[in-house]
C-alpha cells in the first residue's frame, strides 16, 4: 500500500528478513557511535531547544558531540527508510521519532538558515512525516 504524504509517499509493505537483518545492524551502529548517550543529553532538561541558545551554549563545547551523533543516527534512518531499505513498519513498530524531531526542529531551522542549508536533516524530517502518516492509518 502507498499513502502520499505530500512530495513522498508513505509505502507499507511486508518486512522482509533483509529488512530485519539491516534494521538490527543500523541499532547495533546506533550503540557503537554512542546514541544513547547523546540522546540522554538531548531530552536532558539543560538542553537548550532554541537555535541562538543552542549556538550560545553548546556549539564548540564537547556536548556538541552528542547532537551531531543525534543527527547522524536520524539521517541515516531518514535515507534507508527514503530509499525503501527498511520498511516502515519495522521503523515506525519498534519506536517513534515525531517527539525528537518536536525537540530539535527550532535548531534545525535556525541551522538551515544561518547556514544556507535548507536540506540539512531533510531526511529525518521526511522520515517524521511519515510516521506521522503511519500512525494515522
Do not use: C
Not at 43 to 59: M, Q
Not at 97 to 104: F, N, S, T
Amino acid at each position: 500500500m502507498t499513502v502520499d504524504i505530500g512530495e513522498r509517499m508513505l509505502v507499507m509493505r511486508k518486512p522482509t528478513h533483509q529488512d530485519a537483518m539491516l534494521f538490527f545492524e543500523y541499532k547495533k551502529w546506533q550503540q557503537s557511535i554512542g546514541f544513547p548517550e547523546a540522546i540522554d543529553f538531548i531530552w536532558n532538561d539543560e538542553f537548550p531547544t532554541g537555535f541562538d541558545e543552542f549556538t550560545n551554549k553548546i556549539v564548540g563545547t564537547p556536548e556538541e558531540r552528542f547532537s551531531m551523533v543525534v543527527a547522524e543516527v536520524m539521517e541515516t534512518l531518514g535515507v534507508l527508510y527514503k530509499h525503501d531499505l527498511i520498511a516502515a513498519g519495522l521503523i515506525f513498530d519498534t519506536d517513534t521519532y515525531i517527539p525528537l524531531w518536536e525537540r530539535v526542529e527550532k535548531v534545525v531551522e535556525g541551522m538551515r538558515e544561518a547556514n544556507d542549508q535548507p536540506e540539512l536533516l531533510e531526511n529525518f524530517e521526511a522520515l517524521v512525516e511519515a510516521e506521522k502518516a503511519y500512525r494515522a492509518l
